[in-house]
């Protein structure tokens, strides 16, 4: 009991503590908008906690190890403490006049500025703009912030509307619309001093960088540049059956699947294209899923509707065995069509999410078939349902026979026996459209004798 006193009463004298008072001299502690603290003395910035002495001393004799005394100019640097606590492990030299970062002191500075190229250039500002996200409290937004996240966003607006589906930039239009109404809004005095647009403005531009630094941003001439972007949009080569099995594929594609994978394989490829986007790419996924879900759906109620006549059929006493047989087909393939359609739903419908998606295609890609194969299975339930049909049609096509044949005899044998007596000319069906045209006739008179009267 005691001792449970004795804890509350430290936790009570620790939380009375002013946690600035902690802080040794000329340090401050700053808040990011997510949440995290990191401390700076405005020229070191520290992700850890320099409140414990010993980190502190290792910070600070790193800093006297780099010279941090001699800089002639004004940069800072972030500072990371490994894990055996001797010695720092990383250091980020960052420059905000020029909002480039860099690894080393002479990679950041102005000399080293003023002869960058433009690739190096890009790489430099998104290790800043990377730096800034993260540490976003105890600096101004940089000047250069807005006008360069206005400029990209405005060629990415442009790009849309100018490439269409071969756009790769990564905001669609209603995103780059989205983004710069939320620019404008930070022209407001209110964000003047507001480190989560300081944040959000370090994030889009990293993003940015990453993007060009990815489509070899300021490295290739026009030509080549364009080269490159056609080459992107080669579609790849999809994994293909051994060539000694491939006329064997297609043979069973054309003849037992009645060409139906074809359709599904130039399904499975759309859904498989990279614009440039994941975003984009996820959307073709969905639509792949909503499609397939769709459609095994609408053959699972045609197949149970076929199932249900075909039974019925089967249950007709003394029918033909050539009959019977092609209806125990034709119910086969309606069950097979049934299962494969209700297994497939309950394995694509729920699979929405990336990882699902990119482990499907990687499969469909490696299996022994390639897309073939994945296509032929896909393919299976309306591949059935004409199976079913083709059953049903068998069936039928043997009774328009057996009516046929049913109807010949019958009028051989009226005509035989008409053959030896005299009687009318005229045809049974000219003879039955008069008896019609007579009682539509005396129907008439009728009509026109009740009107009079």
């Known amino acids: 009991m005691m001792r449970s006193n004795t804890l509350t009463d430290s936790v009570d004298e620790y939380k009375d503590l002013d946690s600035s008072s902690l802080l040794p001299d000329g340090w401050q502690m700053f808040v990011h908008p997510q949440g995290s603290i990191y401390f700076s003395d405005g020229r070191i910035v520290v992700?850890?906690?320099?409140?414990?002495?010993?980190?502190?001393?290792?910070?600070?004799?790193?800093?006297?190890?780099?010279?941090?005394?001699?800089?002639?100019?004004?940069?800072e640097v972030q500072m990371h403490v490994g894990n055996s606590g001797d010695c720092t492990n990383f250091?980020?030299?960052?420059?905000?006049?020029?909002?480039?970062?860099?690894h080393k002191?002479?990679?950041?500075?102005?000399?080293?500025?003023?002869?960058?190229?433009?690739?190096?250039?890009?790489?430099?500002?998104?290790?800043?703009w990377n730096y800034l996200w993260a540490h976003s409290a105890h600096i101004p937004c940089p000047v250069r912030a807005v006008p360069d996240a206005c400029d990209?966003?405005?060629?990415?607006?442009?790009?849309?509307?100018?490439?269409?589906?071969?756009?790769?930039?990564?905001?669609?239009?209603?995103?780059?619309?989205?983004?710069?109404?939320?620019?404008?809004?930070f022209e407001s005095p209110c964000y003047d001093k507001s480190p989560a647009k300081v944040a959000f403005l370090a994030w889009l531009l990293r993003e940015i960088c990453s993007f060009r630094?990815?489509?070899?941003?300021?490295?290739?001439p026009r030509k080549e540049l364009g080269q490159r972007l056609r080459n992107k949009f080669t579609r790849p080569k999809v994994a293909l059956p051994a060539a000694t099995a491939l006329p064997f594929v297609h043979l069973i594609m054309n003849v037992v699947f009645f060409g139906i994978p074809y359709s599904y394989m130039r399904l499975v490829k759309q859904s498989f294209e990279y614009r440039g986007r994941l975003a984009g790419m996820q959307a073709n996924w969905e639509k792949y899923i909503g499609r397939l879900v769709r459609e095994y759906s609408d053959f699972l109620l045609i197949s149970t509707v076929l199932?249900?006549?075909?039974?019925?059929?089967?249950?007709v006493p003394n029918i033909s065995r050539f009959v019977e047989l092609a209806a125990l087909v034709s119910a086969f393939s309606?069950?097979?069509?049934?299962?494969v359609g209700v297994f497939a739903i309950w394995q694509h419908q729920a699979k929405y999410r990336a990882i699902d998606s990119f482990t499907y295609m990687r499969n469909v890609q490696h299996n022994m078939l390639g897309f073939h194969g994945h296509a032929m299975l896909l393919s299976l339930p309306p591949v059935l349902l004409v199976h079913d049909t083709a059953?049903?049609?068998?069936?039928?096509?043997?009774?328009?026979?057996?009516?046929?044949?049913?109807?010949?005899?019958?009028?051989?044998?009226?005509?035989?026996?008409?053959?030896?007596?005299?009687?009318?000319?005229?045809?049974?069906?000219?003879?039955?459209?008069?008896?019609?045209?007579?009682?539509?006739?005396?129907?008439?008179?009728?009509?026109?004798?009740?009107?009079?009267?």
């Open 47 to 75: 992700d850890q906690d320099i409140r414990n002495p010993g980190l502190l001393s290792v910070v600070l004799h790193s800093a006297l190890d780099i010279g941090i005394n001699d800089w002639e100019e004004d940069l």
């Open 91 to 102: 250091a980020l030299y960052i420059n905000h006049t020029h909002c480039i970062a860099a």
């Open 105 to 128: 002191y002479e990679n950041a500075d102005s000399h080293a500025f003023s002869v960058m190229d433009p690739a190096t250039l890009n790489r430099r500002r998104r290790l800043y």
């Open 152 to 185: 990209a966003l405005a060629w990415f607006y442009a790009d849309n509307l100018i490439s269409g589906a071969q756009c790769v930039v990564p905001f669609s239009k209603d995103e780059c619309e989205e983004l710069l109404r939320r620019i404008k809004e």
């Open 213 to 220: 630094d990815a489509e070899m941003y300021g490295q290739l």
């Open 307 to 315: 199932l249900s006549a075909t039974v019925g059929l089967l249950s």
């Open 334 to 339: 309606s069950l097979g069509s049934i299962i």
């Open 391 to 453: 059953g049903r049609v068998v069936v039928g096509v043997i009774l328009v026979i057996f009516l046929s044949i049913l109807g010949t005899v019958i009028a051989a044998l009226y005509t035989l026996t008409r053959i030896w007596s005299y009687g009318h000319s005229d045809s049974w069906f000219t003879r039955f459209r008069r008896l019609l045209g007579r009682s539509f006739s005396s129907w008439r008179c009728g009509s026109k004798r009740s009107c009079i009267a």
